[in-house]
């Protein structure tokens, strides 16, 4: 009671009586100057637009110039006109609290779930710097993932950061969904950045259930708002993460998805005036990427782990498209979604053979490492000759490991469907006994 008290008194203190005030100077491409607040405005802070029917349009402090502000709208400026008021609104103080879990909120604290929300006692900046190198632990335990493939072939652990790659539609929302209800953690902190209104509640209300929210926090923003909004999503997440990590819990952070995070800074990059170069991305994109990545993984000392996974849109599969690269290259595994094992049924679609986790060998005894080794071998015999397989010409006895790679396959392809809440040891147990029938396992 007291807590929510101090809550309240905070909320109250905040508001103020009187604002700044200036006017609409100019609009250019989507970008509104506003003069009259260049003494009182910071980058960041929020403006509401009166427009003169009577209607409020809300912004965003952009740029600072020496006689006027540049405001980037959440809306289209419509019916917008020179010398409408413009009031400023300092930069929202974010301060995530434990009563947070169970909650969907937006990025700047706000409920979406029609109940209220009251502020931590702390404001945190969503734009923080990561741990420094030099303090941070060695990453932790290996987590169990409710998942056999992932309990073992693609293991993860504490303060691992990995990437999930995949095109639209090939099961990437639902693994993400089935990591955040089984992989062990204290609290969920998941980013639906630029996600549908509809999906954002389908999959609060369905996909994770009541069970996966009871330790979530769902920070959404969706692909209605502003580049402004939909960029600060991951940050404001993230911050939540690390409110957490801080405690010296455990955490596992997902971001779906880092490739519309991009997307937003870009179009606000543009319309700053930033030339692209990354395809159409511009230099500042990586920064960008990099620092919200580098937030995730193991903490300082007496803090937590973050173990972050974050879900990257690749058009057509190509794994070379600037944000793709970007990413491959600060995370420490990718996990990569095939259309072609989605269409014929085995969820999660993941193509093992394209995917690879960077806490291994570490990660596994050096029984698991071997038996890892024997599935990758299967698997890549049997790859390399599926066409001949496929097509009949494949003659038994010809080649001793491609006939235990025949014999081997539909196992292992249901195994690595399989859902398993056993645990890792039992997840091997099972891989093992596959193994043996093939002839490869001890």
């Known amino acids: 009671m007291q807590s929510a008290l101090t809550a309240l008194t905070r909320e109250i203190a905040g508001n103020r009586l009187s604002k700044p005030m200036g006017r609409v100077s100019g609009i250019h491409g989507g970008v509104i100057e506003v003069s009259g607040l260049t003494g009182s405005a910071r980058i960041g802070d929020r403006l509401v637009l009166k427009r003169q029917d009577g209607d409020e349009l809300p912004g965003e402090v952009m740029q600072i110039h020496l006689e006027s502000v540049s405001m980037l709208p959440d809306l289209a400026p419509d019916r917008v006109a020179l010398k409408d008021p413009v009031v400023l609104h300092k930069t929202p103080e974010f301060a995530p609290d434990d009563n947070w879990i169970g909650r969907l909120i937006d990025p700047y604290g706000k409920p979406l779930d029609d109940r209220p929300l009251l502020r931590g006692p702390v404001a945190r900046d969503i734009a923080a710097q990561p741990p420094a190198a030099g303090s941070r632990q060695e990453m932790g335990e290996r987590l169990p993932t409710g998942l056999s493939l992932l309990n073992t072939i693609l293991p993860l652990v504490e303060g691992q950061r990995i990437g999930l790659f995949a095109g639209s539609g090939v099961g990437k929302s639902t693994l993400l969904a089935q990591l955040a209800q089984n992989m062990g953690a204290d609290v969920v902190v998941m980013a639906l950045i630029g996600e549908r209104g509809r999906e954002v509640k389908h999959f609060v209300d369905t996909v994770l259930g009541p069970e996966g929210m009871k330790r979530a926090v769902v920070v959404a923003a969706t692909s209605d708002q502003s580049a402004l909004v939909r960029r600060r999503c991951a940050q ?101 979604l095939n259309r072609e094992i989605a269409e014929r049924g085995r969820f999660p679609a993941i193509d093992v053979s394209r995917s690879v986790s960077r806490s291994l060998p570490s990660a596994a005894t050096p029984e698991q490492n071997q038996m890892i080794s024997e599935v990758r071998k299967f698997l890549g015999t049997y790859e390399q000759s599926e066409v001949m397989i496929r097509a009949g010409l494949y003659s038994e006895g010809a080649d001793m490991v491609l006939d235990q790679a025949v014999r081997v396959w539909p196992e292992l392809d249901a195994f690595f469907g399989k859902i398993d809440d056993d645990g890792i040891e039992n997840s091997f147990n099972r891989l093992q006994l596959i193994l043996r029938r093939a002839g490869g396992g001890r």
């Open 236 to 336: 404001s997440a993230m911050t939540v993460a690390e409110h957490f990590r801080d405690q010296g819990k455990s955490v596992l952070f997902l971001a779906d998805s880092v490739t519309r995070f991009a997307e937003a800074h870009r179009e606000i990059a543009v319309a700053s005036g930033e030339a692209p170069a990354l395809r159409g991305y511009p230099p500042s994109v990586t920064p960008l990427i990099t620092g919200l990545c580098e937030r995730a993984g193991p903490g300082g000392p007496g803090q937590g782990h973050i173990t972050a996974v974050f879900s990257v849109l690749v058009a057509g599969s190509d794994m070379d498209e600037p944000i793709a690269d970007i990413m491959r290259g600060v995370l420490d595994g990718h996990i990569v």
